[in-house]
Structure formats: structure tokens, C-alpha cells
């Protein structure tokens, strides 16, 4: 009898319950099944079927479906969203927001720009406001629009609960080791170190610390503006990629945010702050880690590019040394959580064993359209960028 029941056991699919869930919570856990069980969400992979067993269709007769050929479709669609979302990203940044500062130079608002240079000139309030206004936007729209399609409950759409409060410190160690290590002169954010500059040349007299509108960016730009990001990229994409692996979802996120920086300077140092944030919220099981290290990477960059303002002689040593000391305490930090957690380390990595070939399934994700497309576009403007 047991061996019977065991085979009609293994003659069933169901792809939700065979899931490794135990990286998780079993909160977490209970309502991300739920939703991938709805039958009529066209983002959830919730493929079951009994082996033994064909459906039958008027038109082309006995057919036996596929958890392969369902697990491609659902790919395809969530990464169709993705592609939009990204092509509402690169609009808003190339298109609308250049056209939305013409209009206010039009209206005589003194703020000006161009749609052949990214730079903007004019009033210091001005400047700052659109340049908020712009980075806002660019992050909310397609953030509402990936929530809206998605359907996706706000407790499955953030990992909120905190698993393990250690890794949240070994995250926070491994964000400074990452700071330091990306951190070239060449990869800074180049909007940052332009507002810096523009704002440490228009009054000689007052420290950029003195004027109230850098001080406001700055915490757009450190606070706000991290914390949007990672809930771009670590909320209803990430949850709705990890269907298919923790690891494809790493993956994948990572390559998007990689194309979206459209500069192969940045390229590097947004690859590695995505690995940093996506294995720290899993690790801890809260977006939150993804927070502090995304805060701590924008805080570090700005630290750099303030320090090497300075024209005196010692710049160069006060900034290698804070890079060094930066370095050592983000390796401390990281290899003490790593030793106390011993051989009682718990996988944090969810599990999944596909049909599919792991490279070929991302491969199938990359040539999603009109995810290529907007892939394609994002590395033309990234070479342009380099030769220009």
C-alpha cells in the first residue's frame, strides 16, 4: 500500500509545494504561496499535474502540458513588465524629464538643460528641485506600475520580518568592503559629483554644508532616493523572480540595475551594491538590509568625492587611509558574523530544481521582449556615453 501511495506521489507536480520555503518565515512563506496558487495571475508559476494524466483540447486532442513550457511562459511574462518598467525608467530620465524642464524654462523658471548633455544650469533651488522631481519620478512610476500588475501583497512583495539580526551586521560589513573595493574615481555617480560641484563653486564663501539646498539633496539623494531603489529592485521584482531560485532572482535583478546605470564606470560598482543588498535581505530576511547597505554605499561614495575636493597636500593620505580603516572594519564585522555563526550556518538560499537549464533559463529571460530591446538601448547609451 505504501509503495503505491509513494508512487502516485511522485506521478503528481505541483510546483508550489515543492518550493524550498525554508529560507523564509512562515508567515512570509504561507502568503507567497497564496498567491502563486491563483490560478488566473498570469505572473505565477503554479503549474500542477499528474504525469499519468493528458487534457484533452476539441481542436487538437490529447495533449500532454509541460512544467517546462509553463515555467517559460511565466519568465516571459514577468520580464516583459520588467522591460516596460525599465523603458519607463529611460523616458522619464531622457524624454519626459528634459521636456518637463523646458517647459518650466518656458514659464521662466531658471533652471535649463539640454537633450544632448545631462547637466542642468541655473538657480541652486531650481536645480535641486528638478533633479529630485526627476529621480522621484523615474523610480515611483514604474515601482506603482510593477505593483499593479504584479497583484502582489505588500508581505510578499517586502520581506519585512528579521530572521537573523547578525546578518544584518555581516551585510553592513560587507557594504563597506564593497564601498572600498567600487569606489574608484571613475565610478562615482556622476549626478553627485556634479551637484557637489555646482554647489561648491557658486558661493567660495559658504561650505557646501552651509546651503540649505545640498544639504536637501543630500538626503534625497542618500536616504529617500536608496531607499526607493531598493524597493524597485528588492520588492515585486525580486519576490516574483523567486519563484525560479533566489539565485535566478539575484541574478537577474543585478542585470537590470547593471543596464539601467547606462555607464560602463558605474556598471561595476551597481553590480556588486545589488549582490551586497539582495544577499543581506535574505540573509536577514528584511528589505531593510538592503536599505543600510544601499545608504551606506551612497554615504561612502559622497565621503570620497567631498575628500578629494580638498587641494591640499594631504588629501591623498586622509583618503586612503579612511578607505583603509573603512575596509578593515567592514572586514571585521563581515568575518565575525561569518565565525559565530559556525557549522550551525542555515541555508539562505531558497532552493529550486528546474527542467530548465539554469543558463539557459536566463538566457530565456534576457531575450524577453522588449526586455532585449531596452537592454540593447541601454548599452548603446552607455558607449555613447564612453566615447562622447
Excluded at 555581516?170 to 555646482?198: D, F, H, M, Q, R
Excluded at 557658486?202 to 526607493?228: H, R
Excluded at 525560479?244 to 556598471?267: K, P, Q, S, W, Y
Aim: charged share 15%; glycine share 6%; net charge neutral.
Amino acid at each position: 500500500m505504501n509503495k503505491i501511495a509513494e508512487k502516485n506521489e511522485c506521478a503528481i507536480i505541483n510546483v508550489v509545494d515543492e518550493f524550498d520555503y525554508s529560507s523564509q518565515n512562515d508567515v512570509y512563506n504561507e502568503k507567497f504561496r497564496h498567491w502563486r496558487r491563483k490560478k488566473d495571475n498570469p505572473y505565477a508559476f503554479n503549474f500542477e499535474m499528474n504525469r499519468k494524466e493528458s487534457v484533452f483540447y476539441d481542436s487538437r486532442g490529447f495533449e500532454n502540458r509541460s512544467a517546462a513550457d509553463s515555467e517559460k511562459n511565466t519568465i516571459s511574462q514577468i520580464m516583459h513588465i520588467v522591460g516596460m518598467a525599465m523603458l519607463m525608467i529611460i523616458t522619464i530620465d531622457n524624454l519626459l524629464g528634459k521636456l518637463f524642464i523646458y517647459v518650466l524654462e518656458f514659464l521662466g523658471v531658471n533652471v535649463h538643460t539640454s537633450f544632448f548633455y545631462s547637466s542642468l544650469y541655473g538657480g541652486s533651488v531650481e536645480i535641486v528641485a528638478v533633479v529630485i522631481g526627476c529621480a522621484a519620478l523615474r523610480l515611483v512610476v514604474p515601482a506603482i506600475y510593477l505593483h499593479k500588475k504584479l497583484k502582489m501583497p505588500f508581505k510578499v512583495e517586502f520581506m519585512s520580518t528579521v530572521n537573523d539580526s547578525g546578518e544584518i551586521i555581516g551585510a553592513i560589513g560587507a557594504a563597506l568592503i564593497v564601498c572600498t573595493i567600487s569606489c574608484l574615481p571613475a565610478a562615482y555617480s556622476s549626478e553627485t559629483k556634479e551637484i557637489y560641484t555646482y554647489f561648491n563653486n557658486i558661493n567660495m564663501d559658504v561650505s557646501v554644508w552651509g546651503q540649505t539646498e545640498f544639504v536637501i539633496y543630500t538626503v534625497f539623494d542618500v536616504v529617500i532616493l536608496s531607499i526607493m531603489t531598493e524597493i524597485l529592485f528588492r520588492g515585486a521584482v525580486f519576490a516574483a523572480l523567486r519563484q525560479f531560485g533566489d539565485m535566478f532572482a539575484l541574478v537577474i535583478t543585478t542585470v537590470v540595475m547593471g543596464f539601467l546605470t547606462r555607464d560602463f564606470l558605474e556598471m561595476p560598482a551597481a553590480v556588486l551594491v545589488s549582490v551586497t543588498a539582495s544577499v543581506g535581505m535574505l540573509r536577514s530576511g528584511t528589505i531593510i538590509t538592503a536599505f543600510f547597505v544601499r545608504i551606506i554605499f551612497k554615504m561612502y561614495q559622497l565621503a570620497i568625492i567631498i575628500l578629494e575636493g580638498d587641494t591640499s597636500s594631504n588629501m591623498l593620505i586622509t583618503r586612503n587611509t579612511i578607505m583603509l580603516v573603512v575596509f578593515v572594519i567592514g572586514t571585521i564585522m563581515a568575518l565575525s558574523v561569518y565565525c559565530t555563526k559556525g557549522r550551525n550556518r542555515k541555508a539562505y538560499l531558497a532552493g529550486y530544481h528546474s527542467e530548465i537549464n539554469p543558463v539557459k533559463r536566463v538566457s530565456l529571460a534576457l531575450k524577453t521582449f522588449p526586455f532585449a530591446i531596452i537592454a540593447v538601448i541601454c548599452i548603446l547609451e552607455a558607449v555613447i556615453g564612453l566615447v562622447l
